[in-house]
């Protein structure tokens, strides 16, 4: 069955890195966009970042431009979000998505993508 499962998140100090990670199963994984997607309570989730089939096109909202990184190994079925200088709004739950039709316009909405996984926790403090 279609896995999702992501990995890295924890605590830190603002200013510090993180490296989440994805790992899919049960699918072409080649074939779907990916994104990774933040959730904080009261607030809707939203897409962080995405990058297309073959990793040759990308997308990052504002507030992590330049310094979220997302990549993916397809040999690996792999996804990967680097995140340098995190800051304290940088808090959430963060998830891994795939998006079936292998691609999704600009900013990417949840209801672009058809599976999620579970999230990983992320929280930056001052």
């Known amino acids: 069955q279609v896995q999702l499962v992501e990995s890295g998140g924890g605590s830190v100090q603002a200013g510090g890195s993180l490296r989440l990670s994805c790992a899919a199963s049960?699918?072409?994984?080649?074939?779907?966009?990916m994104g990774w997607f933040r959730q904080t309570p009261g607030k809707e989730r939203e897409g962080v970042a995405g990058i297309s089939t073959r990793g040759l096109g990308t997308y990052y909202a504002d507030s992590v431009k330049g310094r979220f990184t997302i990549s993916r190994d397809n040999a690996k079925n792999m996804l990967y979000l680097q995140m340098n200088s995190l800051k304290p709004e940088d808090t959430g739950m963060y998830y891994c998505?795939?998006?079936?039709?292998?691609?999704?316009?600009?900013?990417?909405?949840?209801?672009?993508?058809?599976?999620w996984g579970q999230g990983t926790q992320v929280t930056v403090s001052s």
């Open positions: 049960g699918f072409t994984y080649s074939s779907y966009y």
């Open positions: 998505a795939a998006a079936r039709k292998g691609w999704v316009t600009y900013p990417p909405s949840h209801g672009d993508f058809d599976y």
